[in-house]
């Protein structure tokens, strides 16, 4: 069975089926032209997962989002809300907080020292008398942003008539309700800077076709010839990949390949009991998860067998993927760069479920039961790096990825060549077609208006 492609509208008018086919130029790619749209039309229209709650959970803890050429502060104000503004002082415009994220009792601009509450008013003016136009502490606040949260996750919307997170998302927040996010901990929090374009990175996110060139090992522990494709309004995305299987393209092994026999391990099963039988272990890790986690303290009662065994992944418009297992929450976010189209910053947090392993009896389900316990009160270094330093081995953020890394910067520069016009996609890509139809019709939704940037200019 080769993979499908199904669409999924939302209800209430949201359908999936978008309005025309994109065509995928090599500009969209690698113009200035198309970024500037796409930051009219999207960046400052859409939903964008600005960071993590965990970030924010105390009154006074604050982040920083920084998307293009844009910078905002989310905060948890004193009243215990989360809110987002720009990160502009009213006074002169400078950009108030430099650090990723912190923890203040108010926020300070370090220029004349103009200060606000952490809900964004305005508190106190040096010298405030000399203003003879008016009081600013009675005038003035941080423009805001509309800020949600869901799942652990802060959302933030720069157009101030946007429809609520929850129509955005559709089927999605209760599909994922289970999963419980905002219950893990956060253990690795990484960024790399890569040449190139956003869209290239959720490209390559966005469909299996090169998984057998560039991730062999894959072959042996997850079945992507048959995956299931679900296409969504708003461009939205999902795909459902059997887990603990072998990729029946392949044929089927006498004995199980050496990453599934690591994987069952912890799991207190032996790999000798499915020589011969290999297409049952699939099963059996269902039942046996269930049991593990009696045992240890994780209840999988509100999954399915399938999302006890499988992988998920959610593309949700315009740029986050989220690979999903009940244990561990991978969210990946390629961040467009304020100036180049051939650069981007992509961003991995990994989460995982907050439960004891037993060293004795070595079972855990989240690999090594020897493993050092998480600690949920300290917060993992944000580890900031290049491609260079993956391919040196100095960073990493899987071997799946770290694969995808170093092929992304080629991708980006053979797009620029006078021998390449646009892509040619095959119905095993319709993830990447769908995503590409929807920025299109974004783009034409809200078109790009000389007038409006000068009458923006004039506000
Ligand atoms: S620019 Fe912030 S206080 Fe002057
Ligand atoms: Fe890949």
Known sequence: MPQTNTYIDFGAGSLAVPSKRATLDAFRYTSHAFMMQEWNAIWTRTWLLA??????????????????????????????????????????????V??????????????????????????????????????????????????EVWAGLVWINMDPDAAPLGDFLGLVQGQLAPYRFEDMVLVKDQTVALDAN???????????????????????????RDAANELWPFGHRRVLVEGYVTNPRYGVPEELPSLLQAAIRPLGLDAEDFRGKVPTLRKAVQQRKREVGRELGFDYSGFTDDQVSDVLQYDLFPNIIMTIKPEELWVMRPRPHPTDPDKCFFDKWTLRIHVPADAGRGLSLVGDPNAAPLDSSERPEHEVFTREDVIAGRHSMTITIDQDIH????????????????????????RVQHFHDWVDVWLEQNPLRPEARLSRAAE
């Open 98 to 147: 430099t650090a990723e994220r912190g923890a203040a009792a108010a926020i300070t601009c370090p220029y004349h020292g103009w200060t606000y509450h952490l809900d964004g008013t305005l508190k106190l003016v040096p010298d405030e008398e000399r203003f003879s136009q008016g009081l600013p502490v009675e005038r003035l606040s941080l423009k805001p942003v509309k800020a």
């Open 407 to 430: 092929y992304l910067k080629d991708m980006q520069a053979g797009m620029h060549s006078r021998g390449f016009t646009r892509a040619w996609l095959n119905e095993d890509e319709a």
């Open 51 to 96: 960071g993590l709650a965990l970030d924010v959970a105390e009154p006074g803890d604050y982040f920083v989002f920084d998307i293009g050429a844009e910078s905002i502060i989310v905060s948890r104000a004193e009243n215990g809300t989360v809110a987002a503004f720009y990160n502009a002082c009213q006074h002169r415009g400078n950009r108030i």
């Open 198 to 224: 956003w869209k290239t990175c959720v490209d390559n996110f966005n469909e299996q076709y090169h998984v057998d060139f560039i991730h062999p090992q894959h072959a042996s522990f997850v079945d992507c």
